[in-house]
């Protein structure tokens, strides 16, 4: 049986070891992201393919989310779940209509067949558009955006993270009448 410093150990090591390795494609972390030449000849295969097939406006957002979750019950860890997600989603307007499409894949090829697909959709969806959408008048412009962090969740190490909620936990079962605790 594996006792729970065993456990925490090898757990945050596993996940360690999980967020080192490479994903499938990773685009160079810049103070702005919107300058990568990557991201802006992707940005501009969805705008000439959502225009090519006919969209009067098009815009893209390329998307990357780190989570980490930890759970405990009483006095044990229930859950440790380290998740990033990257992707991108199209929005068009056809013919006053919008259309939405998106994908994990992040590729010239893939951005290019989602933003046909998105023209797709909004072609699909005029048949219950009552008004056709119109936009206001204000010049296009490239927009980055990083949530403000005084301090990084991910440089607190997770046996922390872990020796806190136990804690919680600890105190929270002090309580007369209390017979379970769980804290995340």
Known sequence: MMKRREFVKLTAASGAALLLAPPVLRFQQSPNPSSDPDIAR????ALESARGEGASYADIRI?????QSIGTREKRVTNISNNENFGFGVRVIVDGTWGFAASNIVTKEEVAKVAKAAVKIAR???GIQKEPVQLAAVPSYTETWNTPVKSNPFDIPVADKVALLLGLNEEAMKVKGVTFCSSF
């Open 63 to 67: 998307n990357r989310y780190r989570n």
């Open 124 to 126: 699909a969806n005029r």
């Open 42 to 45: 992707l940005a501009d295969v």
